[in-house]
């Protein structure tokens, strides 16, 4: 018998130690350790390729290195294990070599090293797309909280927790969402439960700001039943218009051949400045301002201010990264 196995099934224990912490520590390395302890061999060996069809591979070898090169073949016994892309080998001096119920250990080891290897691809490949997509929601200068109907927080991306600590209009008591003010605080709650309930698909609340600036926006939605319905929570996408819309100025210069001072003056219109205020930011006169505007008109191809703020806003400026609009 080997340690831990029985009848030669692998314990849950040591099944789970292939799937553990699979983002942080790759399951290769672990696991090749577990199965030279577990079944006593000299050397084990898994070789996988780092892209279908490159022809390039990868090793990563526990124990004697030697007993896997030419010279040792005819010393040992392999037990081998192989599939698209992979192969495993495990390696013990032929003096000693494996029984069946070593081959069975082995072989469900095997499945469980490739199930591993897979499952860790696949988180990657996740959490780089949610990556993206969250870092596109954040440079829209909105966040993103999931909560339940009672207000707790369950979980929040980075610029919803930023707007949470300034506590300007929306804040934590505990781990549950308040308003700043009574009057949003019940509209709130009540919006929240409404939705949770079923009463509404959706909703949306402003809630002032004890600052002055401009308040806080919210949608909140519940997730479809296709991603578990109301048990994960709800989704609150929190839009403060207060941040600035435009983050790159170079962006703007590309998109739409904008000098780089008309640019300039385009993210501090787009971001809520005024014409006069934007004037006054930049030290120009009303006429210059006028003629950057005929300029920028032409390029961008609308008519009027209005219309230039709504194209570059709902256009692709604000997804850009680059030197930050100040």
Known sequence: MYPGVNDPLLPDELI????DDLVAIRPERRALETMSELLGADAVMLRFSIATGAG????????????????????VVILTAAGEGWELDCARLAEAPFDEQAEDVFLECAAHVR???RLRERLLENGAAVHAVSGTIDRLGMGAMIVRGNGRLIQADAR??????????LSLVGDRLTASSAADKRALDALLRAVADNELPSGAISLSRPSGRPALGLAINRPPASVGGGAIGLVVSI???????????????????????????????VNGGSVQETEERRGISHNTMRAHLRSIYAKVGVGRLSEM???????TGPLAQGRTHA
Request: net charge negative.
């Open 239 to 269: 839009r403060d218009s207060g941040a600035g819309l435009i983050q790159s100025v170079d962006a703007l210069r590309d998109l739409y051949g904008l000098t780089g001072t008309e640019a300039t003056l385009v993210g501090d219109l």
């Open 16 to 19: 789970d130690m292939f799937y």
């Open 56 to 75: 390039a591979w990868l090793a990563e070898i526990v124990g004697r290195e030697d007993l896997f090169d030419d010279s040792g073949l005819n010393r």
């Open 115 to 117: 199930r591993a290897m």
């Open 309 to 315: 703020i709504h194209l570059v806003s709902s256009g």
């Open 160 to 169: 919803a927790n930023a707007i949470l600590k300034e506590r300007d209009g």
